[in-house]
C-alpha cells in the first residue's frame, strides 16, 4: 500500500495539529495503521497504532492523553489528532501500515511507510 502523509507545519506549544495519512491500494481496510517520529539525531519512535477495524488503540506513554489516532476505512484514511503540543514534539512524523497488533512499537514489523510530514512546535 501506499501512503501519503500531510498536515505537519509550525504550531506554538500549547497547539493543535491534525495529521493525515491517505492510502492508495486495496485492502486497507486490512492493515493496523501507526505513527512514529523521528527527531534529529534521534531514532524513530512508535508514536501511536490503530487496529484494522479500529477497536483497539495504542500509544506511546509521552503521547498519552494529548494524542488521538482515528481511521476512516471508507476513506482510506488514518489521522493523527495532536493537542497541547510540546517542543519536544518537534520532529518528522511517518504514517505505516502492517498486519496485526503485535510488537507494535517496532518499527521493522511494519511493511510500507509514508514519505513523511514535518511538525514544528516553538514554545
Known amino acids: 500500500v501506499q501512503l501519503q502523509a500531510s498536515g505537519g507545519g509550525p504550531v506554538q506549544a500549547g497547539g493543535s495539529l491534525r495529521l493525515s495519512c491517505i492510502a492508495s491500494g486495496r485492502f486497507f481496510s486490512s492493515y493496523a495503521m501507526g505513527w512514529f517520529r523521528q527527531a534529529p539525531g534521534k531514532e524513530r519512535e512508535f508514536v501511536a497504532l490503530i487496529s484494522w477495524s479500529g477497536g483497539s488503540t495504542y500509544y506511546a506513554d509521552s503521547v498519552k492523553g494529548r494524542f488521538t489516532i482515528s481511521r476512516d476505512n471508507a476513506k482510506n484514511t488514518v489521522y493523527l489528532q495532536m493537542n497541547s503540543l510540546k517542543s519536544e514534539d518537534t520532529a518528522v512524523y511517518y504514517c505505516?501500515?502492517?498486519?496485526?497488533?503485535?510488537?507494535?512499537?517496532?518499527?521493522?514489523?511494519?511493511?510500507?511507510w509514508g514519505q513523511g510530514t514535518q511538525v514544528t512546535v516553538s514554545s
Open positions: 505505516a501500515a502492517r498486519y496485526g497488533t503485535t510488537n507494535v512499537e517496532s518499527p521493522d514489523d511494519y511493511l510500507d
